[in-house]
Nanobody, 111 residues
Framework: QVHLVESGGGLVQAGGSLRLSCVAT????????VGWYRQAPGKERDMVAV???????MYVDSVKGRFTISRDNTKKTGYLQMNNLKPEDTAVYYC?????WGQGTQVTVSS
């Protein structure tokens, strides 16, 4: 059974940084893409970033140049480095691998 555990969320001031982690168990991690999504209050869930098995990446326009997605296949962990955070980034962030979702971690950016 695949299980994902997220961590790294919290409260930060505008312009600050956070690093989210997603640790996977029960799967051949290197065979799957890793995705990060977010859902703000009253809004639908949106894709933020994806990294493929080969290391290619894709980002939503609003985070390009500020967020970096990465993966460590040895540690079976996906990461989302978030720099220059804005209040508009406030949301619950979810990682996904295959058809499995993490529990979500709250990111709150104050102005």
């Amino acid at each position: 059974q695949v299980h994902l555990v997220e961590s790294g969320g919290g409260l930060v001031q505008a312009g600050g940084s956070l690093r989210l982690s997603c640790v996977a168990t029960g799967t051949i991690f290197r065979n799957y893409a890793v995705g990060w999504y977010r859902q703000a209050p009253g809004k639908e869930r949106d894709m933020v970033a994806v990294i493929s098995t080969s290391g290619s990446t894709m980002y939503v326009d609003s985070v390009k140049g500020r967020f970096t997605i990465s993966r460590d296949n040895t540690k079976k962990t996906g990461y989302l480095q978030m720099n220059n955070l804005k209040p508009e980034d406030t949301a619950v962030y979810y990682c996904t691998i295959g058809q499995t979702w993490g529990q979500g971690t709250q990111v709150t950016v104050s102005s």
